[in-house]
Structure formats: C-alpha cells, structure tokens
C-alpha cells in the first residue's frame, strides 16, 4: 500500500500540473495576433539588452555603429539557438508524458501543452531569424544543426536533459528580466519576443521540477553518478557549439562591420572572446546561476557531485 505521505505528494504534484494548464489557457498567445503584428526589423534597431551583450563593458574600441551591428549578429544567433535548444526539449517532454499516458492525465495534459507550446517557440523563433536576415547583410551561418545536436542530447540519460531543460527555462527568466529595462534602442518587436517566450517558458520550469524529481526518484546512487557525468558532458557539447557559433559571428562581424577602420588580431581575438563570454552567459551561466536551479540540483546530488558540476561551469570563463 501506498503511504500517506506518498498519496499527499501525488496528490500536491497533480495540483501543480494542473495550476500549469490554468496558466497556459489564460496566458496563451498567437504568435502573428500578439508578437509579430506585422511588424518588421528597423535597420538601427538594437535587439539584445546590453546585460545580455557584454558589448558595452568589453569593446570600447568599437564604434557604436560597429557595438550595433555585433548586438544584431548576436541577436539573429539569440533567434537560432533557442529554435535548436527547444528542439530537444519539446522532443523529450513527448518522451517523458508517456509515463502518464495511463496515469495522471492532468499530468499528461500539461505536458502536451507544454510540447505544443514549444514547437510553437520554434516556429517564433524561425520567423524572427527570417526577419533578421532582411535586414543583414548576405553571409550569416548559424553553425550547429538542430536534428544532429537534438540527437546528442537525447543520447544522455532523461535525468541529465531534464536538467539541462531546467537551465534552459530559467535563462529565459533571466533574459526576459532584463529586456524590460528601459532602453528606446531596442526593438519593440524584440522586446515583446522577450515577454511572450517568458510568460510560456516560466510555466514549464515548473514542469521541468516536476519531471526531474520525479525522474530522480527512480535513480539507484550509482545512476545518479552516471547521470551528473551525462550532464557535464551535455553542458560541455553546448559550450563546444557556442564555441562554434562565436567563430563565425565574428568572422561575419569582420566580413561586414560598418566602418572601414582595420582592428588589429588582438582586437579581433577580444571580439571572439566577448562572443562567446556573452554566449556562456545566455546560454548555460544565466540559468546554472539561479538561486531555484541551485537549490533543486542540490537536493538531488550530493556535495561531491556538485563539486564536479561547479569545476565543469568553472572552466567555461
């Protein structure tokens, strides 16, 4: 039999599935109705806030046209790789909900509403990068694609790419909090981007807990070691394609800066450096650093296991 306190667990997740599908119904948005609006990029427009950018702090020795013009490129990549990380993630809820497809159908509803909710993230995303090309210069390559690396992630064990999924949801927290700050530069479009991706993504954090926990609950100690070298491991494939993806901005960024100055190779080497500084940063450092993320990991890992995964995010400065 079932303790008590098992059936009060059960019973207190159910309802917090269920407060998501409340949410998702009241906040639901259509991406032509309520983002785009048909509305377009300016060619001034910034995208990206400057907490996101590192541009401002870094490059000083840049024009503010040539800052402008970097904030773009990495706002096109920003449109990118949120389309190639919500690949893996709406293809690995659709895993997980087959453990409620004869169980806990609140459950399972909130995630098929989750997965929707993501490939509708994906379309968003694709349509802001086609945006963003019609008013860039010809020659941006986004490097990773987005079946292969799906593929390498869902290769690692489901407790690992829950956890990652969990960092990718509360980055989006952290970006939208810093899109609201005043700034008349940055595009209104990209701004309501910021809202709209937000007021979905918050909601699936939520999930993301549920499922991990749930997940953990399976794992004997010696799987649960597995799985932290799975999310190193995961962790450092993503930095090995922000890696990538820094090259090429600025080899585009060199190809098409708008003035004529010529930087010398230090110049050029802190360029691809600030890149993927900022790419850490979106990406792995601005969810890892959360204080939820924080708390959830370490009350399923023991203190050495955290001690792997601080020396891993350690040595991606």
């Known amino acids: 039999m079932q303790s008590v306190q098992t059936v009060s667990s059960q019973a207190t997740s159910t309802l917090r599935y269920a407060r998501c599908i409340e949410n998702s119904k009241r906040i639901r948005w259509d991406i032509d109705r309520d983002v785009i609006r048909q509305r377009e990029f300016g060619a001034a427009d910034k995208f990206l806030p400057d907490g996101l950018t590192l541009l401002q702090e870094r490059l000083a020795f840049l024009s503010s046209g040539e800052r402008r013009f970097l904030n773009r490129i990495q706002g096109r990549t920003y449109a990118s790789m949120f389309g190639l990380l919500e690949r893996f993630v709406g293809a690995k809820m659709l895993e997980v909900s087959r453990d409620h497809w004869l169980g806990d159908q609140v459950a399972l509803e909130a995630l098929v509403r989750f997965t929707d909710e993501e490939l509708k993230h994906q379309e968003l995303f694709r349509r802001i990068e086609g945006l963003a090309a019609r008013c860039m210069p010809a020659g941006y390559l986004f490097v990773p694609e987005p079946n292969t690396v799906a593929q390498f992630v869902l290769g690692k064990c489901t407790w690992a ?101 010529v930087l010398d190779a230090g110049e050029v080497e802190t360029i691809r450096k600030t890149l993927l500084a900022a790419y850490r940063w979106q990406y792995i450092h601005s969810g890892a650093g959360q204080a939820r993320f924080g708390e959830l990991l370490t009350g399923l890992i023991t203190p050495a296991q955290g001690q792997r995964i601080q020396a891993a995010l350690a040595g991606l400065q």
């Open 161 to 261: 790419v829950l956890a990652l999924t969990c960092d990718v949801e509360l980055v989006t927290q952290v970006h939208y909090r810093e899109s609201i700050a005043v700034d008349a530069e940055i595009s209104a479009l990209f701004k309501d981007v910021f809202l709209f991706h937000w007021k979905e993504e918050s909601q699936h954090a939520v999930l993301d807990e549920l499922e991990w926990q749930r997940e953990d609950a399976k794992l004997t100690p010696e799987e649960r070691d597995a799985a932290v070298d799975d999310l190193i491991a995961l962790v450092a494939g993503i930095d090995g394609l922000l890696q990538l993806q820094a090259e090429a901005d600025s080899a585009y960024f060199m190809a098409n800066k708008p003035q004529a100055g």
